[in-house]
Protein backbone atom coordinates (compact mmCIF):
# COMPACT_ATOMS: atom_id res chain seq x y z
CA UNK A 1 0.00 0.00 0.00
CA UNK A 2 2.81 2.25 0.77
CA UNK A 3 4.32 1.69 -2.71
CA UNK A 4 1.25 2.60 -3.97
CA UNK A 5 1.21 5.52 -2.61
CA UNK A 6 4.83 6.48 -3.40
CA UNK A 7 4.15 5.68 -7.31
CA UNK A 8 1.01 7.88 -6.98
CA UNK A 9 2.44 10.82 -5.81
CA UNK A 10 5.91 10.81 -8.27
CA UNK A 11 3.32 10.74 -11.07
CA UNK A 12 1.02 13.61 -9.25
CA UNK A 13 3.93 16.00 -8.59
CA UNK A 14 5.51 14.95 -12.50
CA UNK A 15 2.39 16.17 -14.10
CA UNK A 16 1.85 19.20 -11.87
CA UNK A 17 5.48 20.78 -12.61
CA UNK A 18 5.00 19.53 -16.39
CA UNK A 19 1.54 21.73 -16.13
CA UNK A 20 3.44 25.01 -15.09
CA UNK A 21 4.03 27.18 -18.12
CA UNK A 22 7.36 29.15 -17.90
CA UNK A 23 8.99 27.07 -15.53
CA UNK A 24 12.01 25.00 -16.33
CA UNK A 25 11.74 21.17 -15.68
CA UNK A 26 13.56 18.08 -16.25
CA UNK A 27 12.16 14.86 -17.87
CA UNK A 28 14.91 12.48 -17.40
CA UNK A 29 18.35 13.77 -18.95
CA UNK A 30 16.52 16.47 -20.99
CA UNK A 31 16.19 20.15 -19.17
CA UNK A 32 13.28 22.43 -20.34
CA UNK A 33 13.21 26.21 -19.99
CA UNK A 34 9.35 26.77 -20.73
CA UNK A 35 7.20 28.64 -22.69
CA UNK A 36 8.14 31.85 -21.54
CA UNK A 37 11.62 31.37 -22.20
CA UNK A 38 10.76 30.76 -25.81
CA UNK A 39 8.53 34.17 -26.15
CA UNK A 40 11.46 35.75 -25.20
CA UNK A 41 13.32 35.70 -28.58
CA UNK A 42 10.13 34.04 -30.77
CA UNK A 43 7.70 36.14 -29.65
CA UNK A 44 5.63 35.94 -33.33
CA UNK A 45 6.03 32.17 -33.23
CA UNK A 46 4.61 32.00 -29.91
CA UNK A 47 2.05 34.77 -30.61
CA UNK A 48 0.67 32.50 -33.91
CA UNK A 49 1.13 29.30 -31.85
CA UNK A 50 -1.41 30.36 -28.79
CA UNK A 51 -3.96 30.79 -31.77
CA UNK A 52 -3.10 27.76 -33.02
CA UNK A 53 -5.20 24.07 -32.08
CA UNK A 54 -2.06 23.22 -31.14
CA UNK A 55 -1.88 26.19 -28.73
CA UNK A 56 -5.01 26.02 -27.46
CA UNK A 57 -5.82 25.54 -23.56
CA UNK A 58 -9.32 24.52 -24.05
CA UNK A 59 -8.48 21.30 -26.17
CA UNK A 60 -8.99 18.32 -23.58
CA UNK A 61 -5.92 15.81 -23.88
CA UNK A 62 -3.58 17.54 -26.19
CA UNK A 63 0.26 17.32 -24.81
CA UNK A 64 1.12 19.95 -27.47
CA UNK A 65 -0.36 22.50 -25.27
CA UNK A 66 0.83 21.10 -22.41
CA UNK A 67 4.48 21.33 -22.62
CA UNK A 68 4.27 24.61 -24.89
CA UNK A 69 6.57 24.61 -27.63
CA UNK A 70 9.03 21.99 -26.17
CA UNK A 71 6.06 19.67 -27.19
CA UNK A 72 7.22 19.40 -29.98
CA UNK A 73 10.47 20.82 -30.27
CA UNK A 74 12.28 19.53 -27.46
CA UNK A 75 14.05 20.21 -24.67
CA UNK A 76 15.34 23.88 -25.29
CA UNK A 77 17.16 24.79 -21.68
CA UNK A 78 20.71 24.08 -23.31
CA UNK A 79 19.09 26.12 -26.16
CA UNK A 80 18.63 29.15 -24.48
CA UNK A 81 21.77 29.21 -21.99
CA UNK A 82 23.69 29.45 -25.21
CA UNK A 83 21.90 32.16 -26.47
CA UNK A 84 19.89 30.27 -29.31
CA UNK A 85 22.72 28.13 -30.70
CA UNK A 86 21.67 25.15 -32.44
CA UNK A 87 22.28 21.97 -30.07
CA UNK A 88 21.40 18.19 -30.55
CA UNK A 89 17.80 16.44 -29.85
CA UNK A 90 16.15 19.64 -30.75
CA UNK A 91 13.96 19.70 -34.05
CA UNK A 92 13.85 22.47 -36.07
CA UNK A 93 10.64 22.49 -38.52
CA UNK A 94 10.33 23.91 -41.73
CA UNK A 95 14.16 23.28 -42.68
CA UNK A 96 15.06 20.64 -45.43
CA UNK A 97 18.32 20.36 -43.65
CA UNK A 98 16.47 18.12 -40.75
CA UNK A 99 16.05 14.88 -41.53
CA UNK A 100 12.38 14.15 -42.25
CA UNK A 101 12.42 10.82 -40.37
CA UNK A 102 13.24 12.96 -36.58
CA UNK A 103 10.51 15.99 -37.67
CA UNK A 104 7.72 13.20 -38.33
CA UNK A 105 8.73 11.61 -35.04
CA UNK A 106 7.54 14.59 -33.20
CA UNK A 107 4.42 14.38 -34.83
CA UNK A 108 3.60 10.99 -34.81
CA UNK A 109 4.59 10.85 -30.85
CA UNK A 110 0.68 12.55 -30.57
CA UNK A 111 -0.86 11.87 -33.81
CA UNK A 112 0.44 7.77 -34.63
CA UNK A 113 -2.88 6.40 -32.90
CA UNK A 114 -4.89 8.80 -35.23
CA UNK A 115 -6.70 6.31 -37.80
CA UNK A 116 -5.81 8.73 -40.89
CA UNK A 117 -2.55 7.65 -40.13
CA UNK A 118 -2.33 3.96 -39.96
CA UNK A 119 -1.14 3.58 -43.41
CA UNK A 120 1.57 6.75 -42.78
CA UNK A 121 4.41 4.34 -43.38
CA UNK A 122 3.52 2.71 -45.98
CA UNK A 123 2.93 5.63 -47.94
CA UNK A 124 5.22 8.00 -50.37
CA UNK A 125 4.99 10.86 -48.56
CA UNK A 126 6.61 9.49 -45.33
CA UNK A 127 9.96 10.55 -46.70
CA UNK A 128 8.88 14.26 -47.50
CA UNK A 129 7.61 15.06 -43.82
CA UNK A 130 4.61 16.25 -41.85
CA UNK A 131 6.18 20.15 -41.73
CA UNK A 132 6.19 20.18 -45.50
CA UNK A 133 2.26 20.18 -45.76
CA UNK A 134 1.14 21.37 -42.13
CA UNK A 135 1.96 23.99 -39.62
CA UNK A 136 1.59 23.87 -36.28
CA UNK A 137 0.67 27.35 -36.00
CA UNK A 138 -1.93 27.80 -38.54
CA UNK A 139 -5.06 27.29 -37.26
CA UNK A 140 -6.57 26.81 -41.11
CA UNK A 141 -8.39 23.45 -42.12
CA UNK A 142 -6.23 20.49 -40.98
CA UNK A 143 -3.33 23.30 -40.01
CA UNK A 144 -2.67 22.78 -43.96
CA UNK A 145 0.16 25.83 -45.20
CA UNK A 146 -1.92 26.50 -48.17
CA UNK A 147 -5.22 25.16 -49.65
CA UNK A 148 -6.00 22.49 -52.11
CA UNK A 149 -4.90 21.80 -55.15
CA UNK A 150 -2.59 24.60 -54.45
CA UNK A 151 -0.56 22.73 -51.92
CA UNK A 152 -0.21 19.70 -53.79
CA UNK A 153 0.74 21.31 -57.15
CA UNK A 154 3.76 22.70 -55.05
CA UNK A 155 5.35 19.37 -55.97
CA UNK A 156 3.43 17.47 -58.04
CA UNK A 157 3.63 19.90 -61.34
CA UNK A 158 2.66 18.05 -64.03
CA UNK A 159 -0.59 17.19 -62.38
CA UNK A 160 -1.02 21.12 -62.93
CA UNK A 161 -0.48 21.18 -66.52
CA UNK A 162 -2.85 17.96 -67.18
CA UNK A 163 -5.85 19.75 -65.10
CA UNK A 164 -5.45 22.58 -67.42
CA UNK A 165 -6.43 21.12 -70.60
CA UNK A 166 -9.53 21.60 -72.16
CA UNK A 167 -10.82 18.13 -70.84
CA UNK A 168 -10.23 17.32 -66.88
CA UNK A 169 -12.01 16.79 -63.52
CA UNK A 170 -13.68 20.18 -62.22
CA UNK A 171 -10.41 20.63 -59.38
CA UNK A 172 -9.77 24.07 -60.97
CA UNK A 173 -13.45 25.02 -60.84
CA UNK A 174 -13.69 23.65 -56.88
CA UNK A 175 -15.78 20.72 -57.57
CA UNK A 176 -13.28 17.96 -56.76
CA UNK A 177 -10.14 18.18 -54.84
CA UNK A 178 -7.10 15.92 -54.35
CA UNK A 179 -7.86 14.18 -51.18
CA UNK A 180 -11.52 13.20 -52.99
CA UNK A 181 -9.67 10.61 -54.62
CA UNK A 182 -6.13 10.45 -52.80
CA UNK A 183 -5.20 9.83 -49.25
CA UNK A 184 -1.94 11.41 -48.68
CA UNK A 185 -1.09 9.88 -45.49
CA UNK A 186 -1.01 6.53 -46.90
CA UNK A 187 -3.52 3.73 -48.37
CA UNK A 188 -3.07 0.09 -49.75
CA UNK A 189 -4.23 1.40 -53.71
CA UNK A 190 -1.34 2.43 -55.90
CA UNK A 191 -1.08 6.66 -56.50
CA UNK A 192 -2.49 7.17 -52.76
CA UNK A 193 -6.11 6.31 -54.31
CA UNK A 194 -9.09 5.65 -51.64
CA UNK A 195 -10.30 2.38 -52.97
CA UNK A 196 -8.90 -1.10 -53.52
CA UNK A 197 -8.72 -0.19 -57.53
CA UNK A 198 -9.07 2.19 -59.86
CA UNK A 199 -12.20 0.60 -60.62
CA UNK A 200 -13.53 1.67 -57.71
CA UNK A 201 -12.84 4.80 -56.86
CA UNK A 202 -14.09 6.16 -59.90
CA UNK A 203 -17.42 4.04 -59.58
CA UNK A 204 -18.14 6.42 -56.76
CA UNK A 205 -18.88 9.18 -58.97
CA UNK A 206 -19.30 7.33 -61.77
CA UNK A 207 -21.99 4.65 -60.74
CA UNK A 208 -23.53 4.15 -64.35
CA UNK A 209 -20.65 2.92 -65.39
CA UNK A 210 -20.53 -0.12 -63.13
CA UNK A 211 -23.06 -2.30 -64.41
CA UNK A 212 -24.52 -5.24 -64.73
CA UNK A 213 -24.16 -5.78 -68.16
CA UNK A 214 -25.26 -8.50 -70.10
CA UNK A 215 -22.34 -7.86 -72.36
CA UNK A 216 -18.89 -6.06 -70.75
CA UNK A 217 -16.03 -4.13 -72.27
CA UNK A 218 -13.34 -6.13 -71.42
CA UNK A 219 -10.82 -3.31 -71.16
CA UNK A 220 -13.28 -1.40 -69.20
CA UNK A 221 -13.55 -4.26 -66.42
CA UNK A 222 -10.14 -4.49 -66.39
CA UNK A 223 -8.98 -0.82 -65.48
CA UNK A 224 -10.90 2.70 -66.43
CA UNK A 225 -7.39 3.75 -66.98
CA UNK A 226 -7.24 1.61 -70.21
CA UNK A 227 -8.59 4.26 -72.01
CA UNK A 228 -9.03 7.46 -69.66
CA UNK A 229 -7.01 9.76 -67.90
CA UNK A 230 -8.21 11.06 -64.84
CA UNK A 231 -6.67 14.31 -64.68
CA UNK A 232 -6.70 15.43 -67.61
CA UNK A 233 -6.51 15.32 -71.55
CA UNK A 234 -7.07 17.16 -74.74
CA UNK A 235 -9.25 14.87 -76.19
CA UNK A 236 -13.22 14.82 -75.38
CA UNK A 237 -14.01 12.78 -72.13
CA UNK A 238 -10.77 12.13 -70.36
CA UNK A 239 -9.52 10.08 -73.17
CA UNK A 240 -5.86 9.47 -73.24
CA UNK A 241 -5.51 8.83 -77.02
CA UNK A 242 -8.06 10.75 -80.16
CA UNK A 243 -10.47 8.07 -81.40
CA UNK A 244 -10.38 5.97 -83.77
CA UNK A 245 -6.85 5.84 -83.16
CA UNK A 246 -7.56 4.75 -79.14
CA UNK A 247 -9.89 1.46 -80.22
CA UNK A 248 -7.12 0.92 -82.84
CA UNK A 249 -4.92 0.27 -80.17
CA UNK A 250 -6.58 -3.45 -79.52
CA UNK A 251 -8.58 -3.53 -82.54
CA UNK A 252 -6.94 -3.08 -85.82
CA UNK A 253 -8.41 -3.43 -89.07
CA UNK A 254 -8.92 -7.02 -89.71
CA UNK A 255 -12.80 -7.29 -90.99
CA UNK A 256 -12.94 -3.59 -89.94
CA UNK A 257 -11.24 -1.12 -92.03
CA UNK A 258 -9.85 1.37 -90.14
CA UNK A 259 -7.73 3.42 -92.16
CA UNK A 260 -7.43 6.26 -94.58
CA UNK A 261 -9.55 5.92 -97.17
CA UNK A 262 -8.85 7.19 -100.84
CA UNK A 263 -11.60 9.31 -102.62
CA UNK A 264 -12.83 5.90 -105.02
CA UNK A 265 -13.48 4.05 -101.89
CA UNK A 266 -15.28 6.89 -100.13
CA UNK A 267 -17.34 8.90 -102.90
CA UNK A 268 -19.75 7.40 -104.35
CA UNK A 269 -21.66 9.99 -106.98
CA UNK A 270 -21.67 12.54 -104.67
CA UNK A 271 -22.40 11.52 -101.64
CA UNK A 272 -19.93 10.53 -99.14
CA UNK A 273 -19.66 7.39 -97.42
CA UNK A 274 -20.18 6.96 -93.33
CA UNK A 275 -15.88 6.50 -92.99
CA UNK A 276 -15.02 9.70 -94.53
CA UNK A 277 -17.94 12.04 -92.45
CA UNK A 278 -17.22 12.19 -88.89
CA UNK A 279 -15.49 9.19 -88.79
CA UNK A 280 -15.55 7.89 -85.16
CA UNK A 281 -16.31 4.52 -83.83
CA UNK A 282 -18.29 5.67 -80.98
CA UNK A 283 -20.90 7.00 -83.36
CA UNK A 284 -21.70 3.35 -83.73
CA UNK A 285 -20.70 1.96 -80.73
CA UNK A 286 -22.12 4.11 -78.41
CA UNK A 287 -22.30 1.73 -75.66
CA UNK A 288 -18.86 1.17 -75.22
CA UNK A 289 -18.66 0.60 -71.57
CA UNK A 290 -21.35 -2.01 -71.57
CA UNK A 291 -24.21 -3.45 -72.71
CA UNK A 292 -27.51 -5.05 -72.24
CA UNK A 293 -28.82 -5.11 -76.02
CA UNK A 294 -29.87 -8.36 -77.44
CA UNK A 295 -28.17 -10.33 -79.36
CA UNK A 296 -25.21 -9.30 -81.90
CA UNK A 297 -26.21 -5.64 -81.33
CA UNK A 298 -25.32 -5.97 -77.56
CA UNK A 299 -22.08 -7.97 -78.16
CA UNK A 300 -20.92 -5.54 -80.23
CA UNK A 301 -22.09 -2.34 -78.54
CA UNK A 302 -24.08 -0.61 -81.13
CA UNK A 303 -27.04 1.33 -80.40
Known sequence: ??????????????????????????????????????????????????????????VPGSSANR???????????????????????????????????????SCLSCHEASKTLAFWKMGKHKSVGCDSCHSVHQSGKKNLKASEPELCYTCHKD????????????????KVSCSDCHDSHGTFGKK?????????????????????YMFEHLPVEENCLNCHTPH??????????????L???CHDWTRHPGGAYTSYETFKGATPSKQLTARDCMNCHSNIHGSNGPSTKGLRFVR
Open 247 to 249: CQA
Open 1 to 58: MRRLLLVFLSVFFSVAILGLPGQAFAQGSAKFAGAESCKACHEDASASYAKSVHGNKA
Open 159 to 174: IRSQVNKKSHHPIKEG
Open 67 to 105: GGCESCHGAAAVHVEKSGEKVPGMVSFGNRKVDAKLKDA
Open 192 to 212: LVKADTNNELCYKCHSEKRGP
Open 232 to 245: GSNQAKLLSKKTPQ
